[in-house]
Nanobody
Framework: QVQLVESGGGLVQPGGSLRLSCVRS????????ISWYRQVPGKQRELVAV???????NYADSVKGRFTISRDNAKNTVSLQMNSLKTADSAVYYC?????WGQGTLVTVSS
């Protein structure tokens, strides 16, 4: 069974940066599309960024130009570099691969 483990969340001031990581267990990591989602209490989980096995990326309009998704196939890891953070970016961030979810990592943007 695939396991996804997120890390890197924390408390940061508006305008700051954080880098989230998602490690996926299992073989053939490079073949899989990995997505980052986020969720705040009372709202639906929303897609933030996607990276395909071939390295193509896509972003939610709300994070374009501020967030960058990347992958390191040698480490079975997908990262989400988040810059110019806003209070509206506060959420639990989850990674998803082929229907499997990690436990999430909390990002709080506050002064």
């Amino acid at each position: 069974q695939v396991q996804l483990v997120e890390s890197g969340g924390g408390l940061v001031q508006p305008g700051g940066s954080l880098r989230l990581s998602c490690v996926r267990s299992g073989s053939f990591f490079s073949f899989y599309t990995i997505s980052w989602y986020r969720q705040v209490p009372g709202k639906q989980r929303e897609l933030v960024a996607v990276i395909t096995g071939g390295g193509s990326t896509n972003y939610a309009d709300s994070v374009k130009g501020r967030f960058t998704i990347s992958r390191d196939n040698a480490k079975n890891t997908v990262s989400l570099q988040m810059n110019s953070l806003k209070t509206a970016d506060s959420a639990v961030y989850y990674c998803n691969s082929n229907g499997s979810w990690g436990q999430g990592t909390l990002v709080t943007v506050s002064s």
